[in-house]
């Protein structure tokens, strides 16, 4: 098991900046992809941006140029700075987390999230 706590929502004038941080528990070691998604109300949760292990980031298009996603593994803990924040980022943020493990021609993999955190863009 993983246990999920994240941190840093708010509320923000159209142009701020927000940064949230999820630090991961328990079984860490198995840890592979770790990630913030989002929802909106009235929408479905939609990606924002993950990390792997190798540091690989996949961010979405709304996202892109605006949010840095860095991956600190060992404090095994996630941060998505949000720069230029839009009324349209308003949202409840997820914590992401994917633990994949067993040997290369059977793998397991177990997803977690957190239990969100609000960002509120507004004048």
């Known amino acids: 098991q993983v246990q999920l706590v994240e941190s840093g929502g708010g509320s923000v004038q159209p142009g701020g900046s927000l940064r949230l941080t999820c630090t991961a528990s328990?079984?860490?070691?198995?840890?592979?992809?770790m990630g913030w998604y989002r929802q909106a109300p009235g929408k479905e949760r939609e990606l924002v941006a993950t990390v792997t292990s190798g540091s690989m980031t996949n961010y979405a298009d709304s996202a892109k140029g605006r949010f840095t996603i860095s991956r600190y593994s060992t404090k095994n803990t996630v941060e998505l700075q949000m720069n230029s924040l839009k009324p349209e980022d308003t949202a409840v943020y997820y914590c992401y987390v994917v633990t994949e493990w067993g040997p290369v021609e059977k793998t397991y993999r177990q997803d977690y999230w957190g239990k969100g955190t609000l960002v509120t863009v507004s004048a």
């Open positions: 328990g079984r860490t070691r198995s840890i592979s992809t």
